[in-house]
């Protein structure tokens, strides 16, 4: 498959271009922020976006989705980085899409899917426990209680947690914290019993929520996929996540780069336009290179996802890892080029340096993929 | 004994009688600093009469004259002054731009008239300073400056506007770099003047930074005036008219000296490997993050280098050796090492540092500490400017 | 039967008769390329015998037009050729400088006749030809070459040096960039020549490269001469006089393009992680040398973003998008990663690989390789060159 | 004590780049390689180097030594450095000085030191086995044998080991290789039966030696320190050339740059000096920045190793790494900004790309002492 967007999605980008830009700018988020909105999202405009198929951009069209594929999903998450648009796009388009789509049963594809693709339901995923991510790493106990599992534990980091009506949930119904048997992946009504969510305020201006699970009840029928066998399934999910990071952070990291290439022609200083200098000219023909490449690693991440998906998860860390890398350097890049400017909160630039290093670090850093690469290539 | 020891006697002794207990913690935060001025609220009364006790002495400003409100000390006798100080963990009694700045440049360039009336006040905490240099064009390039300064027979009238002044609003007085000639090239025409602040032509506001509230503020100057002679005999103008580009020099490279100086702190606290090791946690004795560790790894061999950098440069000052362009290299590669090295502690934090708000983090205090390590490397000159300085005046390389 | 798979399947079995079996065992290694040329002493009949055959269908040169030596193959077509001859592991009947280089120019710029004349006796290979571009004092100005060319009525006089002419002592004819109006600015005023090197004035010099041996020579013209006209029609300048540059510059991005497009053989072989496994070992399943394995991380991880987005360079000329400028990228990335990547390996061979002579190393053989790469950032254009190539025509930053 | 030479080191290095410079340029080197010299160093030279007491430049007066200290030494590596003087400095006075000082019963010093000291006698010192370092990595054996021991393995990397008169080598009397405990160093005579030993000529036109040692017979007064803790000692000793050769490496770094700052002065192109080029000068001023940064590390491991010898481990490997990646870039540099002609083996600047890689991967590259601190400090 050619490393190129064919027609239709290329259309689906100029559109999610121009809508994004309309309703979605970078000051959108700053009123979320400076209103200090409850959702930090804009409900109506979600709802515009699930009018417009961004909502199931995933999902079949049987159940109601516009069924556009990873690489459509990628395209409208690189356009939301552009923009940095506040939205719950990554949470329920993505990470419970993907999940519900691959890991459902029938019964729970139809009282799911159809939700989502509406714009109806929002979803979260709850995965980490500590600062760093790792989902070996998960010590929340599932323990076997009647027909069902009671869940206790503490998760955090989960995007969106504050306004989910569902939550998928990994938790250990066997074996110990560090091994990858013995995950089972659990969907959870967000107002169930013993649940206690924290809304965290991050520093992209984003939400994310500290969720404690005191033995919350759960059916078999709540369980998503195989008792104890969720690693597998779960990486695949959050593969499809990772792409979608890197997707967002590959836009918010071309944009960033324009905004100061622009500055460059623009700002003159010592009787001549800064971008002249040829310290600048390299440092910026450089990161231009790099996000060359990110970009290409995004691309085949997302087509890889739709073409071959259980085999996605080392392409699925480059792009993770490159895109992270590479959208850090770009934000540090634009406010050093910018000067004071860029250090004023006024000024937009500020904003994508906090956004990237919190996508960076969502779903493992360049250091962790880095790590994983390695490994699953055995040195 | 010698002089000295009995200096040092005589010091440990006042200070242990002097130093009020509350003031005897070390509290060197920015929340304990007495800044001074008009509108200085002390935070005690110890705070006060501390204050108070150490400018009777000349010891809020121990090496000025003491005809200047001064300590009059020499060098090594403020070297042993400090070390006592340190010793009963005294607080510094008052800080501000006044002191680390007005001063050195009045010392070096001012008349005695000048020095008279305005060192005085600074060294007894009266008067708060802040400084006026930067515009919103200038940047980088200083010399660019357009704030316009006219001749009105007895008084000059001042228009235009400057950023980044640091406690504008909270201070006093400002020192202004002006242009008092406009038909000038660049670097003439430009003079270093004395504004009293209590006007309607000055007003101030605030700049809030990415990483949140900040000292800085922008300053509008709309009409705003300053008398030819604050005194009889006291200009306002500081050095010669329209050579305020060597007083703005000077305190440039003094301001830069004291940046990279200051790099001391830079691994103050814990080192970023007990950090990661604690927050993160071992796995066969190494951290459980292994390209996290290699960056660390890497970067403690870089800062433990600069460290010692900093060491030998002040070790070859005293022996009378050393580059004096070396203070471009150190603000350089100090503050580029500081953005790296709080990028590895977000690194280590994780996700549990990303929280802008709440009692976890304290509102995030890591994160801004992060975002605002950023301007490191623009303030105070930019790395780009250093790195030109370090080729032009080191490497001797030829201009483009 | 599409036409072009009735091709693939005459050519198949025409290459299955026609190719000598000792010509099949896909040896690519540069002591197995047969050059051509006067002085060419074939490896062995079958060489010989293989060159032949493929000349005479114009197989050496598949793309080139019928009439001047070529197979008068469709883009589809050669592509399906280089495809079977891979799939039966031929080896190239034919590679030159003549071939990349000097061919292409002349079907862009060169007259019918001078097609005629020069290209039938490149695609057979009997002449072979080196390239006079770089001066000892231009580097990447080339544009303030100096070699000077005069008019000398019925001949031109050369007299001037050229360097890094690879193989130029052992190549028949050079095409040369040489200097015909002294007066005119930089650009201008250069003529693209081609010359015999079978005369007096001319000489050759083999350059010493710090990886040993190199195919590089420095190339002196001392009042060589070549006649206006090598036969009736067929000038010695290719394009029009004072108009060199143009040529020059198609062939400096055909070049950066066949080196970039080379990226694919980057990482050929097996991947340095691998390599490094082996060589030096695990320890709980992970490299032994931690920060080294760390350093291969993140190189594999560059390098297989590189690998992909040459891929997608590719799929972008195909689909008729993409910047032409991005070869300079490829070029810039490629060859800086490839230093990078031969510093790792040297890394991973250790002392092993430091070895300069006898047979466990082959001779220094990585070692040499490592240092061999040192230049890929500077032939070709510099590293330098192709980001301000990136700056000016991508980026579109202004001129300094 | 203050980070700056005394006044007496400053002599020393002055008179010894006055000495280097006429007698031991670049040139002689190229020389010694041209003519494939068997000793591949001058004897003449380093007689002249002893009489001025360079040999002896660590060993006490008491035994004929200048007693300069490691400050003294590195001095003088340094210079060695910046003109690639190829001589036994680091093998003879350095390591085997170092080690025979340190470790060596009264006899053994009476009948070793003046004669290092006078340069009648050439040291090797025989760690490493395989391709990386790794003193605990040690597998060659030394088996009881009677009074004494029997020593069988192979050495490798044994710098100067073709002309060594004496040989100090560690090998495993107890314990298992990657154990520190159980090394004993020997002191062997080159010329002892079972010793094969082949001189490989290696990138930097420097020599050394793979040894094969096959039931080479020792007593116990060839033992050097203690049998079985030999580790910490040799530790001592090879801190000691880590010191030495970041030394070495600070100074080719210091002359290679200044070779290319010249050029960028001289070299024109494009109508100006490149060295007016902002990019370069950039590149050029933050090179100087990593220089400083290299010379300061080295002095204060110099500093260290004579004022607590034993405590040097952690600066001696901040010295090692930090000048190795230094000098490294500077010969990278210093290529790349040349040009074409940094390419040619006419030009000096490639015999420091092929010292600096040979210098750095002795005892230690960077990656080997970055991880070795990383343990010291416990993470």
Request: charged residues 25%.
């Amino acid at each position: 498959m050619p490393l190129v967007l064919t027609e239709e999605q290329e259309m689906l980008r100029e559109s999610a271009h121009g809508f994004l830009e309309q309703k979605a700018p970078v000051s959108a988020l700053r009123k979320l922020r400076d209103t200090n909105d409850p959702d930090g999202f804009d409900r109506g405009l979600w709802k515009e976006m699930a009018e417009m198929g961004w909502a199931g951009i995933l999902i079949d069209e049987e159940h109601g989705g516009a069924d556009f594929g990873f690489v459509g999903a990628g395209v409208l998450a690189e356009e939301m980085g552009r923009t940095l648009t506040a939205s719950p796009f990554l949470s329920t388009s993505i990470l419970a899409a993907t999940a519900l789509k691959k890991l459902g049963s029938d019964p729970q594809k139809q009282a799911t899917l159809p939700k989502i693709a509406a714009g109806e339901a929002l979803y979260a995923l709850a995965v980490d426990e500590t600062r760093k991510h790792g989902p070996a790493k998960t010590a929340m106990k599932a323990e076997k209680h009647g027909n069902g599992f009671k869940l206790s534990g503490d998760k955090t980091f989960v995007a969106d947690g504050h306004v989910a009506d569902k939550i998928i949930v990994a938790a250990r119904s066997a074996g110990a914290p560090g091994e990858q048997d013995g995950l089972t992946l659990f969907l959870i009504d967000a107002k169930s019993k013993g649940i206690e969510i924290e809304r965290t305020q991050m520093v992209d201006s984003r939400n994310a929520a500290r969720i404690k699970f005191d033995g919350v009840e759960a059916t078999g029928d709540d369980v998503l996929g195989e008792v104890d066998g969720g690693y597998m399934a779960l990486e695949g999910v959050l593969n499809a996540g990772r792409a979608g990071l890197a997707a967002e952070m590959s836009g918010s990291a071309q944009q960033a780069f324009g905004m100061t290439v622009n500055y460059l022609k623009e700002r003159k200083q010592f009787g001549t336009e800064i971008g002249s200098f040829q310290a600048l000219q390299h440092r910026a023909a450089h990161l231009y290179s790099e996000i060359e490449l990110a970009k290409s690693a995004v691309l085949k991440a997302l087509q890889d996802l739709d073409a071959h998906y259980g085999m996605a998860g080392p392409i699925c860390s480059l792009a993770k890892a490159k895109a992270g890398e590479v959208a850090k350097l770009a934000s540090q890049e634009a406010v050093q080029m910018h000067g004071g400017i860029g250090m004023t909160d006024e000024y937009d630039i500020g904003f994508y340096m906090k956004r990237i290093r919190v996508a960076q670090e969502m779903f493992g850093d360049a250091a962790f993929h880095a790590d994983r690469l390695a490994q699953m290539r055995g040195y | 004994m010698s002089d000295l020891e009995t200096f040092r006697a005589e010091a440990r002794a006042w200070l242990e009688e002097n130093c009020p207990r509350e003031m005897r913690d070390g509290a060197g935060g920015e929340e304990n600093i007495c800044w001074g001025g008009k509108r200085w609220q002390f935070q005690s009364e110890a705070q006060k009469t501390w204050l108070n006790r150490m400018a009777e002495k000349g010891w809020t400003v121990p090496a000025w004259p003491k005809e200047y409100g001064g300590g009059g000390l020499s060098k090594e006798e403020v070297k042993v002054l400090k070390e006592e100080m340190r010793k009963l963990k005294c607080r510094s009694p008052l800080e501000s731009f006044g002191i680390w700045m007005l001063g050195p440049a009045l010392l070096k360039y001012g008349t005695h008239e000048q020095k008279l009336h305005f060192l005085p006040p600074i060294a007894r905490g009266e008067i708060r300073w802040c400084q006026g240099y930067s515009e919103p064009n200038a940047g980088s390039d200083l010399a660019s400056l357009q704030c316009k300064c006219e001749d009105k027979g007895d008084h000059w009238l001042i228009n235009g506007q400057k950023i980044w002044t640091s406690y504008a609003d909270e201070s006093d007085w400002i020192f202004v770099l002006v242009r008092t000639d406009p038909k000038a090239t660049k670097h003439t025409g430009i003079s270093f003047i004395l504004v009293d602040m209590d006007q309607k032509g000055v007003s101030t506001k605030p700049i809030k930074l990415i990483s949140g509230k900040s000292p800085f503020c922008e300053t509008f100057f709309d009409d705003a005036t300053t008398p030819k002679e604050h005194a009889p005999g006291v200009s306002a103008i500081v050095g010669e008219m329209n050579k305020g580009w060597d007083v703005a020099k000077y305190l440039l490279t003094h301001e830069r000296e004291m940046i990279s100086a200051g790099g001391g702190g830079l691994l103050g606290g814990r080192g970023m490997g007990e950090v990661a090791a604690n927050d993160i946690g071992l796995e066969n004795g190494k951290l459980s993050d292994p390209l996290l560790r290699a960056k660390i790894a890497q970067a403690e061999i870089d800062g433990w280098a600069f460290l010692l950098t900093l060491e030998r440069m002040k070790d070859e000052a005293k022996a009378g050796q050393g580059v004096g362009a070396n203070s471009s290299m150190l603000k350089y590669y100090g503050t580029e090492f500081n953005k790296r090295r709080f990028e590895i502690l977000m690194d280590i934090g994780g996700s549990d540092e990303l929280e802008w708000e709440g009692q976890r983090t304290k509102d995030g205090k890591l994160a801004r500490g992060w975002l605002r390590t950023k301007a490191n490397s623009i303030e105070g000159g930019t790395s780009e400017v250093q790195l030109n300085v370090i080729a032009k005046r080191i490497l001797e390389l030829p201009g483009a």
